[in-house]
Each structure stands twice: as structure tokens, then as C-alpha cells.
């Protein structure tokens, strides 16, 4: 089985901290994504990659950016984190670009205080 | 670009009962179209997905159909048992967006009361 691991299940932070969201995954898959979830909005893409060193924006990217050196690990970096980006964070994977399914993490749940 | 909208955000059903959450999608070119369960504290997990060239697809429980006339899909979950309830997320794959974005719903809460 796939397994995509995000390294911290709670994290609590202040505002303007930078923050890191690490994510690593043992199948060798080509394709990862970093989504923000929060009620009522369903999962919305933040940024994803397609290879290493290689990224691109999703549908909310501001505030955020993310690392990709190498192939197992995707990182999303909180500039200086926000209260409004206090949410649940998950991480995927695919080994795919077109329609295959999407491998999640467990979350990462942050609070910014 | 692709929108989906998903019906209803809650739904609470009786042990036994069948369950049946809905999903519009706006962009005609969309081919693919998975379903994501996820249970509390977990991420969301692939349940069953369809694709264009096809109507219907069953899982044991579970079932999906696709109307692409009226670009609508629905999950359908027969003989509810208290493992089923979870949130539930409808998506869509827009075949000609150049990169890959899976469209999300918005999420189904399935409450299965025993």
C-alpha cells in the first residue's frame, strides 16, 4: 500500500512564525499535492508538483509556498503564518498526471494563534 | 473552469437504509470522476470512482452513476451500516485543463444511525 506520511498530526503556532508542513511518501510517485481543508469548502489545492525542484500553484497558493528536493518529500512553507490560514492541511500523492486516483495523508491539523 | 457542487452537507440515515449523495459538475470535457470517504481523524480514501464512457459502476455497497447529459453524478450507498458514516467527497478531473487539478465538492457528513 501507498503510504504518505505528514510528519506532525497538531501543530500550534503564532502569528508570523514561518512554518513548516513536511510530507513524505514511499512509492516513488512522480506527483504530489499540498490541499487546505475547512467546513463547507471541501478540499482546495494550494500548490502541487510534478517532478523535483518543480512546482505549481493550485487554487489558493497565497500566503504559501512549498519545497520539492527530492522526489519523496513535498514540503509547504507558511511565509508568516496567519490566523486565516488555521486549518486542516493534507498532503497527496499520484504517480500520474492525468486521471488516477489521489493517495492522502492523514492531515496535519495547524491552529494559528 | 470546472465547478462542483455536492448535495447535501449532512445526511443522517437509519442502520439498514440506503444513502444517496449527489454532485453537479459545470465543464462538459470532464472524463473523470472519483468518490473520497474520510473517517474521522484520517485522510480522505478512493471508494470508487467512474469514468466518462461509462453509466453505472458498483462496488458490493456501493454504487455510482453518471449522467453526462445533465452533468450530474451520484454516490449510492445500499444497506447503511455504522462504518459508512464518514465525510464523503464527489470530484471531478477536467480532461482539458492542462494540469492536474482534481476538482473537489464540498463534502457530504453521513451520519448512519445504528
Known amino acids: 500500500d501507498v503510504k504518505v506520511t505528514q510528519s506532525s498530526r497538531y501543530l500550534v503556532k503564532r502569528t508570523g512564525e514561518k512554518v513548516f508542513l513536511e510530507c513524505v511518501q514511499d512509492m516513488d510517485h512522480e506527483n504530489m499535492f499540498w490541499y487546505r481543508q475547512d467546513p463547507g469548502l471541501g478540499l482546495r489545492l494550494i500548490y502541487f508538483s510534478y517532478d523535483v525542484k518543480m512546482k505549481e500553484k493550485g487554487d489558493i497558493p497565497e500566503g504559501y509556498s512549498v519545497s520539492r528536493e527530492k522526489k519523496e518529500r513535498f514540503s509547504l512553507i507558511l511565509e508568516s503564518a496567519s490566523t486565516n490560514q488555521t486549518s486542516m492541511y493534507l498532503c497527496?500523492?499520484?504517480?500520474?498526471?492525468?486521471?488516477?486516483?489521489?493517495?492522502f495523508g492523514n492531515g496535519t491539523r495547524l491552529t494559528v494563534t | 473552469g470546472e465547478n462542483v457542487e455536492q448535495h447535501p452537507s449532512t445526511l443522517s440515515v437509519q442502520e439498514g437504509d440506503s444513502a444517496v449523495i449527489k454532485c453537479t459538475y459545470s465543464?462538459?470535457?470532464?472524463?473523470?470522476f472519483p468518490w473520497y470517504k474520510q473517517e474521522l481523524g484520517k485522510g480522505p480514501q478512493l471508494i470508487i470512482d467512474?469514468?466518462?464512457?461509462?453509466g453505472e459502476k458498483k462496488d458490493q455497497r456501493i454504487a455510482v452513476t453518471l449522467n453526462k447529459t445533465a452533468k450530474h453524478f451520484s454516490l449510492h450507498i445500499t444497506e447503511t451500516q455504522p462504518e459508512d458514516s464518514a465525510v464523503y467527497f464527489c470530484a471531478a478531473f477536467p480532461l482539458m485543463d492542462s494540469s492536474y487539478k482534481l476538482i473537489f465538492g464540498s463534502g457530504t457528513r453521513l451520519l448512519v444511525r445504528p
Open positions: 465543464d462538459s470535457a470532464s472524463n473523470y
Open positions: 497527496a500523492s499520484t504517480p500520474d498526471r492525468g486521471s488516477s486516483p489521489l493517495h
Open positions: 467512474i469514468r466518462s464512457n461509462v
